[in-house]
């Protein structure tokens, strides 16, 4: 089984940048594609960037120039390099991995940006 855990997460000013991680364990044979996820207050969680096993890479629009998703696959971590942070980026952000028909979700880690 595999476990996810974030980290990263914190208080920035509009403007600033932030990078989180996911670091996952337990038994990974494969995957499909590994993702970041935020959900604010008040809203559905909406996807945000995704990486397949191919190291093929998708964002949200609204996140496109600013964010960039990696992965470290020698660590099993993942990361998510946040530039130029907004006030609408604010949100609790969770990591998932997706192996078949198995999506694994992290416990999520909160973005809060200032303005």
């Known amino acids: 089984q595999v476990q996810l855990v974030e980290s990263g997460g914190g208080l920035v000013q509009a403007g600033g940048s932030l990078r989180l991680s996911c670091a996952a364990s337990?038994?990974?044979?494969?995957?499909?594609?590994m993702g970041w996820y935020r959900q604010a207050p008040g809203k559905q969680r909406e996807l945000v960037a995704s990486?397949?096993?191919?190291?093929?890479?998708n964002y949200a629009n609204s996140v496109k120039g600013r964010f960039t998703i990696s992965g470290d696959s020698a660590k099993f971590t993942m990361y998510l390099q946040m530039n130029n942070l907004k006030p609408e980026d604010t949100a609790v952000y969770y990591c998932?991995?997706?192996?078949?028909?198995?999506?694994?979700w992290g416990q999520g880690t909160q973005v809060t940006v200032s303005s």
């Open positions: 990486i397949t096993s191919g190291d093929n890479t």
């Open positions: 337990g038994v990974i044979f494969s995957y499909n594609d």
């Open positions: 998932t991995v997706r192996q078949g028909a198995l999506t694994t």
